[in-house]
């Protein structure tokens, strides 16, 4: 298991010092009715990924080992959907909206945490998959970053009106005091999700050695 999911691993052997593996990641979460700044939102995570690391063990007799290498498939990201309930207010940087109650605000949300691609890895761990003294079960444990770069972010809203006091509306697309706040706002979750391009690795399981070789 790993903080990206269900983790499947394959393992060879390329030399005394070192070992070639290949690393598959897969996870969905689905989470509704989440509320934040006058949105109800739903989301689906989607995690998936695959990598390769030349996993170094400088002491071949022992478990610590050092593993540089690549994810070079990605598509780990979540997508989902806003909407403001009819005379709801909602926030945009700091400046309050009112959704209209005829026409009601909706939008999409999505983050990407794939934006450099192929991606750097750099773990260490303990555990060796093929054993150098023999035995079939190890239980290796890793941990590292993927330098997957900024995260992507955008939130759009798609349709709807935002009215003020006096019951004048204006569609969320064409007023611009509204698509201004909405940029800024985007900026900010920018900079807030920014730590999330070094994206951790960390992984436990148990490994089996079918003792091909």
């Known amino acids: 298991m ?3 999911g269900v983790n499947l691993e394959a393992t060879t052997i390329v030399g005394r010092y070192f070992n070639l593996r290949g690393t598959g990641d897969v996870f969905q979460y689905s989470v509704n009715n989440i509320s934040t700044n006058g949105f109800d939102a739903s989301a689906k995570l989607n995690l998936g990924s695959a990598r390769a690391s030349l996993d170094i063990y400088p002491f071949p007799n022992h478990g610590l080992r050092f593993s540089p290498g690549v994810m070079f498939y990605n598509q780990n990201a979540l997508s989902g959907t806003v909407t403001v309930a009819g005379g709801q207010d909602f926030t945009l940087n700091g400046m309050s909206f009112t959704s209209s109650s005829s026409n009601p605000v909706t939008g999409t949300v999505n983050l990407g945490l794939n934006t450099q691609k192929p991606a750097f890895t750099i773990t260490t761990g303990w555990g060796n998959q093929i054993s150098r003294r023999g035995g079939h079960l190890s239980f290796p444990v890793e941990v590292g970053v993927a330098l997957i770069g900024t995260p992507g972010v955008n939130l759009a809203l798609v349709s709807g009106q935002v009215c ?7 569609n969320v697309a064409t007023d611009t005091q509204l698509q201004s706040d909405l940029q800024a706002q985007i900026a900010k979750y920018k900079h807030d999700l920014d730590p ?7 992984s436990f399981g148990v490994a089996y050695n079918f003792k091909i070789r």
């Open 196 to 202: 999330l391009k070094t994206f951790p690795i960390l």
């Open 2 to 4: 790993s903080v990206e």
């Open 164 to 170: 003020d006091s006096e019951g004048n509306c204006q």
